[in-house]
């Protein structure tokens, strides 16, 4: 049975089935994580310098976009279900490299492989999305993004603690058996997807993001909007560590680890944001956590003084996050199911663009404006969310997206 008749069966994504995707989503993103806490243990060992270092790990996001473009399109083309088992499989083998890595050059490919391979994080997204029934896929998106919402927070704290204990080396051995183990789970777990594909090109599905970006208004707004709501997203997660290390706490960095607790709430805020999309209220829930977005920069800006406001500030910022990421997932794809995996992977390919550049320009911007000057920096990414989501609800009328993405994704991915 294949996934459209799986969803028009009404059968839906069983919830055993639905915890499983989410335990691996949240595994697989966490070897985009792990290296950060890290740099320094991995360059005194290999003997490179920090900047390096800071470039190899950085290569593990340069490898998840490209797994964006050119892996997570398959989905629309091959069995998902081999898919998804062979990238989980993939990531076993790049963890290893890294975790037997003797040079930086062997590092970097390692960091590579791992970073393509991990990609499928949005392939299963993709699944979840596109195997559910309508009344029920906000809430499965909102499930499986609850699992990568921990893998992102979870990731560094284990690191950090299982590199104290057992060396830098053990956190991907860690990774490699993971992978192993969570390969063979989901190929045995998930229903086979062999229904015909025959219309859809995989090469026409790689080039997605653009047609789907210049064709269609929909899948265009929502795609600013989370380029911009990660922008802002990355100025938090990079630029954190810089007040709480310097002068105003002069913390350590095993309890600045601790923070990242407090964006847990996200995962409450993925869920219930997903059900609120199943009931057709995902363009309300947008603006009011777009607001909420803005609103967190101000407790944020406080926490050069104020752990307190500090954490009120993360636990707002995170929940905005998740809340909007769930809500356009879920309008994005509803109706255009078959083409899930390059919409998914499209949209994706704008959340990558957005966390780099918060946390490429968060850096500059603290050294010379401090803690405030980056908590404008932040709020400026959260405003012009809030202003490309208001001025289209003001430009036109809002309709069903569905039936124009999956036309739009169709029409990429047809000869």
Known sequence: MGITELTRSGQGVRRRLLLLLAVVAGFMVSNLYYGQPL???IGTDLGIPVAGVGSVVASAQAGYLLGLV?????GDVVDRRALIALQVGATAVGASVVSFASSQAALLMGFVLLGVASSVVQTIVAYTAASSTPAERGRSIG???AGVVSGIILARTVAGGMTELWGWRSVYVLAAAAG???AVAVFRALPSDRQVRGEVRYWRTVGSVVVLTRSNPVFRTRALITMLLFGSFGVLWSGMSLVLSGPAWNLPPSLIGFFGLAGLVGILAASKAGAAADRGWGERVTGLSLALLLGSWFALSLGDWSLLWLIAGIIMLDAAVQAVHVSSQTLIVAGAEESASSIIGSYMVFYSVGSAAGAATVAPVYDVWGWTGASALGAFF???????????RLRRPKKPAGARLARTAQHAGAE
């Open 180 to 182: 192993a183990v969570l």
């Open 39 to 41: 740099l320094d243990r």
């Open 382 to 392: 959260a405003l012009g969310a809030l202003a490309i989501w208001g001025t289209d």
């Open 143 to 145: 499930t499986v993004t």
């Open 70 to 74: 050119l892996l997570v399109p398959l």
